[in-house]
Protein backbone atom coordinates (compact mmCIF):
# COMPACT_ATOMS: atom_id res chain seq x y z
CA UNK A 1 0.00 0.00 0.00
CA UNK A 2 1.15 3.39 -1.11
CA UNK A 3 2.57 5.04 2.24
CA UNK A 4 0.77 8.40 2.02
CA UNK A 5 -2.42 6.74 1.52
CA UNK A 6 -2.06 4.57 4.60
CA UNK A 7 -1.33 7.19 7.20
CA UNK A 8 -4.54 8.85 5.06
CA UNK A 9 -5.99 5.54 5.56
CA UNK A 10 -5.40 4.97 9.34
CA UNK A 11 -6.10 8.54 10.24
CA UNK A 12 -9.18 8.11 8.66
CA UNK A 13 -10.20 4.44 10.66
CA UNK A 14 -9.22 6.12 13.83
CA UNK A 15 -11.68 9.64 13.30
CA UNK A 16 -14.60 8.47 14.74
CA UNK A 17 -16.08 9.93 11.26
CA UNK A 18 -17.21 6.85 10.29
CA UNK A 19 -19.89 4.31 11.39
CA UNK A 20 -18.45 0.62 10.86
CA UNK A 21 -20.26 -1.69 8.99
CA UNK A 22 -20.07 -5.07 7.15
CA UNK A 23 -20.18 -7.51 4.13
CA UNK A 24 -20.43 -3.80 1.68
CA UNK A 25 -18.13 -1.26 0.92
CA UNK A 26 -20.77 1.51 1.77
CA UNK A 27 -24.71 0.45 3.19
CA UNK A 28 -26.21 3.76 2.29
CA UNK A 29 -29.66 3.23 4.49
CA UNK A 30 -27.46 3.14 7.30
CA UNK A 31 -24.49 5.07 6.47
CA UNK A 32 -21.74 2.82 7.08
CA UNK A 33 -18.78 1.57 6.16
CA UNK A 34 -16.56 -1.26 5.80
CA UNK A 35 -12.94 -0.70 6.33
CA UNK A 36 -12.54 -0.78 2.53
CA UNK A 37 -15.36 1.85 2.33
CA UNK A 38 -13.31 4.22 4.21
CA UNK A 39 -10.52 3.66 1.78
CA UNK A 40 -13.00 4.39 -1.23
CA UNK A 41 -15.06 7.44 0.41
CA UNK A 42 -11.21 8.64 0.77
CA UNK A 43 -10.34 8.17 -2.55
CA UNK A 44 -13.74 9.92 -4.03
CA UNK A 45 -12.45 12.96 -1.44
CA UNK A 46 -9.31 12.97 -3.11
CA UNK A 47 -9.94 12.79 -6.67
CA UNK A 48 -12.99 15.42 -5.98
CA UNK A 49 -15.73 13.37 -7.56
CA UNK A 50 -19.00 14.63 -7.32
CA UNK A 51 -21.01 12.66 -9.93
CA UNK A 52 -23.04 10.18 -8.10
CA UNK A 53 -23.37 7.53 -10.41
CA UNK A 54 -19.66 7.33 -10.40
CA UNK A 55 -19.47 7.45 -6.58
CA UNK A 56 -22.19 4.52 -6.48
CA UNK A 57 -19.96 2.77 -8.78
CA UNK A 58 -17.15 3.02 -6.49
CA UNK A 59 -18.73 2.00 -3.32
CA UNK A 60 -20.96 -0.77 -4.96
CA UNK A 61 -19.91 -4.61 -3.65
CA UNK A 62 -18.03 -5.53 -1.00
CA UNK A 63 -14.67 -5.33 -2.25
CA UNK A 64 -12.25 -2.49 -3.83
CA UNK A 65 -12.74 -0.90 -7.38
CA UNK A 66 -9.81 -1.55 -9.77
CA UNK A 67 -9.74 2.10 -9.61
CA UNK A 68 -9.32 2.20 -6.31
CA UNK A 69 -6.97 -0.42 -5.81
CA UNK A 70 -4.89 1.01 -8.04
CA UNK A 71 -4.43 4.28 -6.81
CA UNK A 72 -3.53 2.64 -3.22
CA UNK A 73 -1.28 0.63 -4.59
CA UNK A 74 -2.76 -2.70 -3.27
CA UNK A 75 -2.34 -6.03 -4.41
CA UNK A 76 -5.39 -7.53 -4.47
CA UNK A 77 -9.16 -5.77 -4.29
CA UNK A 78 -9.53 -7.13 -0.45
CA UNK A 79 -6.83 -6.57 1.65
CA UNK A 80 -5.19 -9.92 1.31
CA UNK A 81 -2.61 -10.50 4.49
CA UNK A 82 0.03 -13.46 4.06
CA UNK A 83 -1.44 -15.28 6.97
CA UNK A 84 -4.48 -15.81 4.83
CA UNK A 85 -6.50 -13.73 6.03
CA UNK A 86 -7.98 -10.13 5.00
CA UNK A 87 -8.74 -6.42 5.63
CA UNK A 88 -12.61 -7.22 4.63
CA UNK A 89 -12.32 -10.69 6.77
CA UNK A 90 -11.10 -8.76 9.88
CA UNK A 91 -13.41 -6.21 9.42
CA UNK A 92 -16.29 -8.55 9.28
CA UNK A 93 -15.03 -10.87 12.56
CA UNK A 94 -17.49 -10.97 15.34
CA UNK A 95 -15.35 -9.47 17.84
CA UNK A 96 -14.48 -6.34 15.76
CA UNK A 97 -18.14 -5.28 15.06
CA UNK A 98 -18.15 -2.51 16.69
CA UNK A 99 -14.51 -1.39 16.23
CA UNK A 100 -11.93 -0.52 13.31
CA UNK A 101 -9.04 -1.08 15.97
CA UNK A 102 -8.69 -4.25 14.51
CA UNK A 103 -8.28 -3.68 11.23
CA UNK A 104 -6.10 -0.41 12.11
CA UNK A 105 -3.46 -2.97 13.70
CA UNK A 106 -3.62 -5.28 10.69
CA UNK A 107 -2.68 -2.08 8.29
CA UNK A 108 0.16 -0.90 10.75
CA UNK A 109 1.73 -4.73 10.78
CA UNK A 110 1.08 -5.54 7.13
CA UNK A 111 0.91 -2.60 4.60
Known amino acids: MNKRIKK ?24 EYCCLGVLTDIYIKEKKIRDEDRMMELLDGAVLHEDVRAWAEMD ?29 RAIKEHF
Open 76 to 104: DDNGYIRNHSSLTSINDEFESKASFEPVI
Open 8 to 31: KFIKALESGNYTKGQGYLWMEDKD
